[in-house]
DNA sequence: GGAAAATACTTGAATGTTTAAGTAAACGCT
DNA sequence: AGCGTTTACTTAAACATTCAAGTATTTTCC
């Protein structure tokens, strides 16, 4: 049953910090999307789209960029527009100087629904994430944050660049 | 459209931690899952119920004592117990004291796939989130984890047993 | 200039998850 | 003892997400 090579076990410290990550990562996006549906009819991801756009030149930004700014795939990016479409908050067109690509914009009853909910959902964040850290906590969350992601995608915007809410 | 409250907005420094954070928590969990999968065949989730059954006494857990365990509902512990009752590791009976149980047993087949699958994914946690990591800031990501999770849900498990930072 | 490859996105089928209703056993109150 | 409520879990249906194939447009290379 055992393995020749000995694995690194993890220490119960560090066992403890595992569960406790887990633990974070299962259920603050629930309580992010409850909020976001309770008070605004709309899923953390809607709203994540609806914010890349609402910072963007023009309100406007092309599929695959918001996919990765979303941190999603094209499918459910596509699919998640369709629906926002339909409900009138983003218009979708071809771009002239190239037909593969597609346009999302921001309509302006689009922006009028981002900036109703945005305080809202700034509220519930501020409430579940920074009030109960300190302000060196917080500090130490965004560099274990980007050590993290270093492992996991070296290539990835957050490390570099800066964008939304 | 500004409402009459005004909310208190994220500093750029909060939002790059917030954007930062968001990112962990969407690739993270698929990174797991991918090593898990590829490696084992077993979904993250699927290895969460079968490590929490590995580690109870006699190997047996009541059923709804697993989903507060893997941070789940009841409906979805259901069916993946069943299937994993399918492929063999674990066996489903009724607690003889009391009709309404049902309790879950890892089967020994299902703790030879647990011991061999294990050693694989520690190495996979070890290396995406703790080797990045000092261990000063794997102390303080316990801290941090400790005090959102209270923000979210004060009763959960993993702040039963020592008082948070 | 035209076939082949590459790019950007959409659509459709399979899978998994969440919500809601349903079943069964135990408890509490007369 | 007996009826109603509560608890514990399962099943069924609506929903979303991922994966694979499909369509349309542009670029590349004879």
């Known amino acids: 049953m055992e393995r020749a090579e000995e694995p690194r076990w993890l220490s119960s410290e560090e066992r403890d910090v595992w569960l406790t990550l887990v ?4 259920k603050l996006p629930t309580a992010l999307d409850a909020q976001l549906r309770q008070d605004a009819g709309l899923s953390h991801f809607e709203y994540m789209v609806l914010a890349g756009l609402s910072e963007a030149p023009a309100r406007t930004r092309r599929m695959s960029d918001l996919a990765g700014f979303a941190e999603s795939g094209l499918p459910r990016l596509s699919q998640v527009v369709s629906r926002l ?3 009138g908050w983003v ?3 071809t771009d002239p100087s190239d037909g593969r690509i597609t346009l999302a ?3 302006d009853e689009g922006w009028e629904k981002i900036t109703q909910t945005a305080p809202g959902h700034v509220a519930a964040v501020r409430s579940l994430v920074f009030d109960p850290l300190t302000k060196a906590q917080s500090r130490q969350l965004g560099s274990i944050g980007k ?3 270093g492992a996991i995608d070296p290539g990835d915007r957050c490390l570099g660049q800066n964008a939304p809410l």
């Open 85 to 87: 479409e339909k409900r």
């Open 91 to 93: 218009h979708r067109s």
């Open 147 to 149: 050590r993290i992601m």
């Open 23 to 26: 633990a974070v990562m299962m």
């Open 105 to 107: 914009t921001l309509t």
